[in-house]
């Protein structure tokens, strides 16, 4: 008899002989070595580029184009850049590919979970309806969430490797945007663009939109219209980007997306005065 | 030689299907003093009765405010609602946190009735002896829970547990239509007045011994005790003398002098 507690309850090693522990990794007294050491992200792989921005009077507009590019190759022609959450929030991605796809996976289950533990109710009236139909997750909140997220990843030094934009209506129905980075950084304007799109797309916009008062009184369509003058700059200059995207309209009808835009009256005029580059003699 | 063999343990059926240990916690609820809650279209209001162990001590806290939007009022073991309300604060809390939004009274209350009934499932755990109002406004607008020892939660135009709750019940149920359209004050006055029907003939509602729990859609929830409720006191009982119709200076028969 044994009198280690250790060993009670497991074969006894006088009878059926000792543990083959070979295939077990080494740390647990094995043979194995190969096994890997913890990895963190260090750098995005498959990346999406720009994702674009602007609030209008009673909404939000955004866009991003459909490509994913590994390194400076092309790779991905169809990838859509933008997710609906509700018929009040949209989630635009700039980034790494794998890292939205993840993300996206949280934010389906917690528009499950959203949907289980408050369920809309029975509306005893037209006013009551109003209130119990209401999605409860507003995009102010799912931008608060979503910072979170990132903020505790890169706490983990291992951040999502995203540059999120999050838009809109808050809780009182008023335009929301806002993004949220890899480090967890959050910050709000009236017109906001990622990657390249901060340089080439944002002053733009700015011309556009100076300030809140200036959303106020912007029409949809002239907002509409300012994104896709700002995808047209950013297909000229920014090489990872593509003449397809995705554009995406939230107001008070809800959200209205539209995957498989192309990118019209292209004038590529400008191009010959630029000088300097590839096998070109000034 | 006729003990119950069956109320050992809250995990034991007996054989006509009861569970002894939560019909027994039920009993702890009855012991505690009454609490009562209504809503209207646009405010949540709880009354209850505080006791004092003697003349000499301080009276027991029914009411916790737990977060800006609302509160509860408890009836029973205060320790258990010690727990379940610092359960509610930090639940509370991170609601807030992860999503700047305040929780909703629906979710807060199935979060504890799930634990209340976890506790009614487990070997060696023993339910919660204490039953729970919980009042307030969230994005839903003004809301009304009740909830018990067994884990069992019901929402509620108005409601009342703890020791001769019945009279009050008897209240509410009588005034059950007016309450939609209560104003603030008209609700108060409900609560005060079905709390008062509930006290036995020689007792009486006073400064001391009454605290009230006000929460509406513009208004964040806020316990009030004290002189805080002289007022609403004075008034809501000099109404109710005259069957409904105020008379002036009917200083008489008021039931706050002693």
């Known amino acids: 008899m044994n009198h280690f507690p250790e060993a009670w309850g497991r074969p006894r090693d006088d009878i059926y002989g000792s543990y083959n522990a070979s295939y077990l990794p080494q740390s647990r007294g094995g043979l194995q070595s190969h096994h890997q050491p913890t990895t963190h992200t260090q750098q995005p792989i498959v990346t999406g580029t720009s994702v674009l921005a602007l609030k209008f009077s009673t909404g939000v507009v955004i866009a991003a184009d459909n490509l994913a590019s590994y390194g400076s190759l092309a790779r991905f022609t169809d990838v859509h850049r933008l997710k609906p959450f509700n018929k009040r929030a949209v989630v635009g991605f700039g980034g790494d590919v794998s890292d939205m796809q993840y993300l996206d996976r949280l934010l389906n289950s917690l528009d499950v979970e959203e949907n289980y533990t408050s369920p809309t109710g029975d509306a005893k009236s037209d006013d009551d309806r109003a209130l119990v139909d209401a999605p409860l997750m507003s995009a102010k909140n799912l931008h608060t969430y979503l910072a979170k997220v990132m903020y505790k990843r890169r706490t983990d030094f291992n951040p999502l490797w995203n540059a999120l934009l999050v838009c809109g209506l808050d809780e009182k129905d008023q335009p929301f945007l806002a993004s949220a980075d890899l480090l967890g950084t959050t910050f709000s304007a009236p017109s906001m663009a990622t990657g390249f799109g901060a340089h080439l797309a944002q002053p733009l916009l700015r011309r556009v939109a100076p300030d809140e008062a200036a959303t106020q009184e912007l029409s949809k369509e002239k907002a509409v219209e300012a994104i896709k003058e700002c995808m047209k700059v950013l297909f000229y200059r920014d090489a990872r980007s593509m003449n397809e995207y995705s554009v995406a309209v939230i107001d008070q009808s809800g959200v209205e997306l539209k995957e498989d835009e192309k990118l019209e009256n292209q004038s590529w005029a400008f191009a010959d005065r630029i000088k300097g580059y590839g096998t070109q003699t000034v | ?258």
Not at chain 2, 145 to 156: A, D, I, K, L
Request: hydrophobic letters at 35%; glycine letters at 10%; aromatic letters at 8%.
């Open chain 2, 1 to 258: 030689m006729f003990r119950n063999n069956y109320d050992n343990d809250s995990v034991t059926f007996s054989p006509q299907g009861r569970i002894f240990q939560v019909e027994y916690a039920q009993e702890a609820v009855k012991q505690g003093s009454v609490v009562v809650g209504i809503v209207s279209k646009t405010h949540a209001v709880l009354a209850a009765l505080k006791r004092n162990a003697e003349e000499l001590s301080s009276y027991q806290r029914k009411i916790i405010p737990i977060d800006t939007h609302y509160g509860i009022a408890l009836a029973g073991l205060a320790s258990d609602a010690r727990v379940l309300s610092n359960f509610m604060k930090q639940q509370s809390l991170a609601s807030r946190l992860t999503y700047g939004r305040p929780i909703l009274l629906s979710d807060i209350t199935s979060r504890i009735g799930d634990r209340a009934q976890t506790n009614t499932q487990h070997y060696g755990k023993r339910p919660y002896g204490v039953g729970l109002l919980i009042a307030g406004v969230d994005a839903r607008g003004p809301h009304l829970f009740e909830f018990q020892p067994s884990g069992v939660t019901v929402e509620c135009v108005a409601g009342g547990i703890g020791a001769r709750s019945q009279m009050a019940r008897t209240y509410l149920e009588r005034n059950l239509d007016e309450f939609e359209n209560c104003s603030r004050e008209e609700l108060i006055k409900h609560a005060l007045r079905a709390l008062k029907d509930s006290l036995s003939q020689d007792k009486e509602l006073t400064v001391d011994n009454t605290s009230l729990g006000v929460g509406g859609m513009e208004e964040n929830f806020k316990m009030y005790e004290g002189q805080d409720i002289a007022g609403w006191l004075e008034t809501t009982f000099e109404n109710k003398q005259e069957g409904g119709q105020a008379a002036e200076g009917s200083g008489e028969g008021m039931e706050l002098d002693s």
